[in-house]
């Protein structure tokens, strides 16, 4: 009985945070087209979700393109398929795991980052302070934050994806001596358009999801410090698995 | 809108905060250009109050009337935009502490004026002045003391020039001489610009110099209003406790 109550009690919850969540990604989708926009703030945010991210992107994506050319070149390798090593690692990549990653790396860096900043507004009266202003919150800090988040998403995915693949044929030619020609081929051989568009369409999302639950969470702290760090942890474990959901569904969706 | 009518009516508002009835059947009207000061204890409600002035909190139950606009049943597309009407100072300030000094008072001016950047510049110049404030405008609100941050956000409440204003405290942690700035100023925009201004203070003698009206907040709503003569003579025993600052008394029963 009780452990009942206790999960039907997380299930209305869960319902209501994605209620709620909805509602606030319908309020910043109407005030992204009202007047005034705050150019100055949207570049802000992007050079913060963008430009800063670039090192941990640099890192994480061409260090997992190097571990994948490692792993499957020692499997490929028992079965005398060494040649395809370049494509199983852009393939991989693109479609899969630069978006993901990037999403995942970003959400820590950034989604977290937003909730804590919101939330301290919050618990010092500055988001009240933002209101009496006639400045509606999700206007002045979640559209730029938004914004930012599905057009910089992308573009990092686009050099996570580069770099992974970069990583990939470094083990390959230069530790694992596969011969360079042969596993360029292959890199390219098997891929289409497609596989590059179904990754950037993922991280845009991917994007619209970390910042918008770094900013709802930031939104809805309550209590003092301790509530914004509440705040900064739910936003990332809730944005991580929301992501890792989403991908989920839209990889069915986009092949 | 005729004369006649009050500019701000609360209309048996009720509100509940953390489990406690904090507002019960509140009932007030502030005249049109009238200084209306409200005093009461600590924890009375009175941030909640003000607060209710402009949207912020929501009643559970009666009614927020501005200007003949009932703010309770407003969307929220049009409060927003009402607001502008409006300026207000926070009881801790609530200064954007990402801006600068500058860039929280220009903040109002940028974004509902049309003004040029000088126009802006002068304008925030000229308010800073006015709160006795020099060569800050630069500083982050955390290089500033208590006392300054109040000056910033009551500088940045007025910078638009609004006809309603809402003071939460504004002279508390003052020096009785800045206060006293600080009261005339409430005074002359009062006067000048015939400003509707809502005071929330702790300090009586800034309450008898700036109010047309006085009223008592005690246990969820007005327990005594008059102007500052007639509140003085009351007879309430609240009223004369509070104001002599006496530690016995029905206040403190
Ligand atoms: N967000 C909130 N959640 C729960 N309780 C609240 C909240 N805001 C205010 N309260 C409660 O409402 C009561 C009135 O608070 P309020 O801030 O209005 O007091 P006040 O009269 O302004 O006091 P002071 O003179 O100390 O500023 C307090 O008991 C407070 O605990
Ligand atoms: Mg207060």
Known sequence: MNILERIGRVFIRLFEETGLW??????????????PFEGGE???????VGVDSIPVVFLTTMFTGMVMALQTYNGFHRVHAEN???????LAMLRELSPVLVALMVTGRVGSSMAAEIG???????????EALATDPVHYLFVPRVIAGIVMLPLLTILGD?????????????????????YEQNTYQFLQMNDVWSGLIKSAFFGLILTLTGCVRGYYTSGGAEGVGRATTAAVVSASLIILFTDFF???LLF | MNDNTPMISLQHVDKTLGGRKVLDDMSFDVGRGDSFVIV???????????????????????????????????????????????????QEGALFDSMSVFENIAFPLRRHTKFTDSQIRERVDECLDMVHLEGVSSKRPSELSGGMRRRVGFARAISLKPA???????????????SDVIADLIVEMDRTLNTTTVTITHDMKVAFKIADRVAMLYKGRIVEEGTPETFQQSQNPIVQQFIQGRAEGPLTE
Not at chain 2, 62 to 84: A, C, E, S, Y
């Open chain 1, 162 to 182: 580069a770099l992974g693949v970069g990583g990939g044929y470094l083990v390959g030619v230069k530790l694992m001596g596969a011969n360079p020609v042969i």
């Open chain 2, 40 to 90: 009461g204890g600590s924890g009375v409600g009175k941030s909640v109050t003000i607060k209710h002035i402009i949207g912020l909190i929501k009643p559970d139950r009666g009614h927020v009337v501005v200007d003949g606009q009932d703010i309770t049943t407003m969307r929220p597309i049009d409060l927003n935009r009402f607001r502008r009407r409006f300026g207000m100072s926070f």
């Open chain 1, 22 to 35: 909805f509602r606030m990604l319908v309020r910043t989708f109407v005030w992204t087209f009202r007047p």
């Open chain 2, 164 to 178: 309603i204003l809402l003071f939460d405290e504004p002279t508390t942690g003052l020096d009785p001489v800045i």
């Open chain 1, 42 to 48: 949207w570049l802000r945010q992007m050079v913060r």
């Open chain 1, 84 to 90: 395809f090593v370049g494509s199983v690692v852009a």
């Open chain 1, 250 to 252: 839209l990889t069915k």
């Open chain 1, 120 to 130: 301290t507004m919050r618990v010092t009266e500055q988001l009240d302070a933002l």
